[in-house]
């Protein structure tokens, strides 16, 4: 598709179910990375992979947070056990490594989860 | 630690007016300063971008101000618009590589006629 495209939009669940949350990002950009936006803060990073590999996964608050890319297409963020301070939206972002700002990022539109 | 200070949290503007926003970062080895804009419902997209090796960068109504030795950058809004009300956010990076962007918390800008 033409943007990087996130699903499910929105998802309910109570505390202790495990989610699943989906991004398919641009075709043919290599990077991607999953960032969480808490309400009325900036994103935050979670995790970032170059194809299939996940060279870093420093961001990601928690084990019960797992994230996998296995045809460096796309990717999954499962959080398990889900906890009330996992409410947020999850944003996904591919970039190209050609040129030199690698810093650009295009975010798709996010996954709102709500815990309950 | 926050990476990215931003300010204001919030700010109003009326139509016709200039929006100043402000951001100051800390560590030195960044050299790669984006702005990002988010509309309601939906992911931040960049805005205009800025190296340290010019001080300012304008694209149309929108300019950034960069100033190395104070670390600090600002995203100036010309001629403001309704439709430029949104949250922006800075944000900072090593230019080379893909570690990650951090971001600044946002302000919310709106314009009003």
């Known amino acids: 598709g033409a943007g990087v495209s996130q699903s499910p939009r929105y998802k309910v669940a109570k505390r202790g179910q495990d989610v699943a949350l989906r991004c398919d990002p641009i075709s043919g950009h290599v990077s991607l990375f999953w960032y969480q936006q808490a309400l009325g803060q900036g994103p935050e990073f979670l995790t970032y992979f170059q194809n299939e590999a996940q060279l870093d996964k420093s961001g990601l608050p928690s084990d019960r947070f797992f994230a996998e890319r296995p045809e460096g297409s796309v990717s999954t963020l499962k959080i398990q056990r889900t906890q009330q301070e996992d409410s947020a939206v999850y944003l996904c972002?591919?970039?190209?490594?050609?040129?030199?700002?690698?810093?650009?990022?295009?975010f798709g539109e996010g996954s709102r989860l709500t815990v309950l | 630690q926050q990476q990215v200070k931003q300010s204001p949290q919030s700010l109003i503007v009326q139509k016709g007016g200039i929006s100043i926003i402000n951001c100051a970062y800390e560590?030195?080895?960044?050299?790669?300063f984006p702005w990002y804009q988010q509309f309601p419902g939906k992911g931040p997209a960049l805005l205009i971008a800025i190296r340290p090796d010019v001080s300012e960068k304008k694209e149309g109504r929108f300019t950034i101000s960069f100033n190395k030795s104070a670390k600090q950058f600002s995203l100036h809004i010309m001629d403001s618009q309704p439709g430029d009300s949104a949250t922006y956010f800075c944000?900072?990076?090593?230019?080379?590589?893909?570690?990650?962007?951090?971001f600044g918390k946002g302000t919310r800008l709106s314009v009003i006629a």
């Open positions: 944000a900072a990076k090593k230019r080379w590589g893909n570690t990650p962007l951090v």
């Open positions: 972002a591919s970039s190209t490594r050609q040129g030199p700002y690698a810093g650009e990022l295009f």
């Open positions: 560590n030195t080895a960044f050299d790669y």
